[in-house]
């Protein structure tokens, strides 16, 4: 294994670790995603057939809010101690700091977005079980985006006096095409629309938003976190 | 020198926005569909060419800053999107007037709006955290990235509008696709974005004038610290 | 001049001057908090030292 992926390993395993032990993000996250999932049963009918229209939309939107929880507290909770100073002395590439936070926050985040889909195929009768493996696939690259601009600004803010203010007032604008491409595919795949066609064209723009912003992720980290 | 500069652009502009008015609303005949409200888009397609234009060489300097790490370059950005916000608000707020007029609604939520909109708040953004970080470096530094990453963002909003149906006119400059304006009817477009562009020099000039009188405030500040 | 939509098409015109205009005031405003704050971290500086 080389060093810098086993570095990735390392930090991504050690954030997973202290997470589980206080379950702190988790909890606020899923909680958090449930109690918007039951909110949105008052704002819609939950019975109409406008529900299959706006499915997607709705879901992508829960998934947004959660992971802004989790992943604020990213690089934030390395202040704590001077962690962060530490973590950037150590002897490895701040890039792998970086995807390690990214990975842990993904797993936590696939972990959140499972459950809640779990509740709102419960709660509002939708039907995924037809189109489960796209859906999933639309899940983790959407998630993906989300986890690689998240981390990337929780690090950028990190010392910021207004940290939690600017936070979502940068990630969400930055987020609009991934979330635009995310929410199209997955009303459809509900709606029983298979992958194809006009279709293909959001998931290019879902898989390039990725690749791109993975990439301007892995040389701006060091500009952000260290100067 | 500079104010002498400042004075031949705005003695140009000055000159050059009369000539255009008065030949829009003097000389230029009505379009047949429209009535009068044609004419908004004298001011809203040469403000979003200098915006545009602007957000562009702010991307420039600040990856110049970035590479050369001068300060120069980060005043130069901030001052150049600042301005091009400005610019960006009137697009905005030209197109809602004429689309009340066309389209019966303020807001029709059509792709090159929402685009315009998502840019818009980037941008703002980019303000917004520029006044939440006080130490010139770090808010060069930071400001910087998020500049780059903004605009790459813009760049994929833009190609996916392409994709989405649109409601918006087609472009109608003959840049683009062999002209669909009237004889004489689109040379002011142009005329009144070179007005607007040494509209928006001046501006920027001032603002940088600020950004040097905050940076010599700060070097005083530092001064009276080490006594 | 065709008078269909004529006050809308001077809502515009008057939006667009009217953005230019408050841009400027703020730059002008920023400008005059700059200068006094320059003055005063000058006189602050010649008292002192």
Redesign the interface.
Known sequence: MSPFLRATLTIAAKDLRSEFRTKEAFNASLSFSVVILVLFSFAFDPTSEQMQAISGGLLWLVFSFASALSLNRSFARELQNDCLDALVSAPIPVAAIFLGKALANYFLLILVEITALAVFALFYDTHFAAQLWPILLVIALGTWGMTVIGTTFSALTVNLRMREVMLPTLVYPMLVPALMAAMTLTTDLMNGIPLGGDNLLWLRVLTGFDFIYTLLAMVFIDIVVVG | MRDRIMYVLATLSAALLTWNLYKI?MILP?EKN????Y??VY??VP?IFTGFTGFFVALAASALY?ITKDLKYDAFAAAVTE?SL?FA??VL??GM??G??IWGIWWAWDARL?TML?CW??Y??YV??RR??DEP??RA??S???S???C??IM??Y??IE?WRTQHPAPVLSVRDGGGMGPGMESPIYWNWLAFMC?ASI?VM??MR?ES??R??DS??R??HA? | MDPRNFTYMFYGYAAAFLILVVYVVFLFRRQQKLSSELDRVRRMLEKNG
């Open positions: 609303f009505d429209q009535g009068a409200i004419r908004i001011m809203h403000s970035l301005v400005a608000s009137i707020a030209t007037i004429w009340r007029i929402t998502v708040l980037i703002f953004g917004m955290l939440a970080i470096t770090q530094r930071l910087a990235v998020v780059v990453f903004g790459v963002d994929i909003v190609k996916s994709w509209l501006l001032v603002r600020q009188i905050s010599e405030i005083l500040r001064m009276a006594y």
